[in-house]
């Protein structure tokens, strides 16, 4: 049923629709997109999209983990780690859709 | 940095558009991508992440300020998993060790 799962191609597809640019260029400026929004991310800045959510960097100290397979203790070194944080509207939208309404 | 300055980066590479074009870029994404997690759809992003639904069962909660039990219906959130190539690059840069010959990844 719902186990479709959308990719680059649907979104230059929309872009391609919407705007009336050619295929390729449409394409470009989805990676575009997508580069200027990583770039910022990797700098350690916040992505904020008004309606749709905020990108946020959160750096992690160094904590004891464990191979889940041996059981050994393995130090896990810091890192950045990014979440993603829905926005009200994101989620209203996502919860708006009736489920069984075909038919 | 916010959707409009975003738009901007954007348009001040594509000199031939208009930032209002750019915005309507920006936005039939953003759209796309909502549309189909409302549908109930994955999104997938290669090198980006992977945005998904994942249902919450209804639950008791508890009104925090008055304690008060209220019914919680089931519901479902949005899910964002950091892709590969972004994980790597967030902790690339950062912190000492970016000398190290870590992968990179070519698609």
């Known amino acids: 049923m ?9 979104l230059c597809e929309a872009v391609y629709q919407k705007l009336g640019l050619s295929r390729t260029e449409s394409a470009a400026l989805v ?12 700098r350690g800045e916040t992505v904020k999209l008004s309606s749709f959510g ?17 059981g050994k203790e393995v130090p896990i070194s810091p890192r950045r780690v990014m979440v993603f944080k829905p926005s009200a509207i994101l989620k209203q939208r996502i ?9 | 940095m916010i959707k409009s300055e975003l738009v901007q980066r954007i ?7 208009y930032q209002r074009d750019v915005e309507n870029i920006v936005n039939a994404i953003l759209n796309e991508i ?14 980006f992440g992977a945005f998904s639904v994942k ?49 990179d990844i070519a698609s």
């Open chain 1, 2 to 10: 719902s186990a479709k799962t959308v990719t680059r191609a649907d």
């Open chain 2, 34 to 47: 909502t549309a189909a997690l409302a549908r109930g759809d994955r999104v997938e992003l290669r090198g």
């Open chain 1, 95 to 103: 919860n708006a859709e009736p489920v069984g309404a075909e038919d």
């Open chain 2, 55 to 103: 249902e919450r069962p209804a639950r008791t909660g508890r009104n925090p300020r008055t304690g008060q039990h209220v019914e919680v219906d089931q519901k479902c959130v949005p899910f964002f998993k950091t892709g590969k190539e972004m994980r790597e690059r967030l902790n690339r840069s950062d912190i000492d060790d970016d000398s190290s010959p870590s992968k």
């Open chain 1, 31 to 42: 990676e575009l997109v997508l580069k200027e929004i990583t770039d910022c991310l990797e």
């Open chain 2, 11 to 17: 348009a001040a590479q594509n000199p031939h558009l």
């Open chain 1, 54 to 70: 905020s990108f946020v960097v959160r750096k992690k100290g160094q904590r004891i983990g464990r191979n889940p397979k041996t």
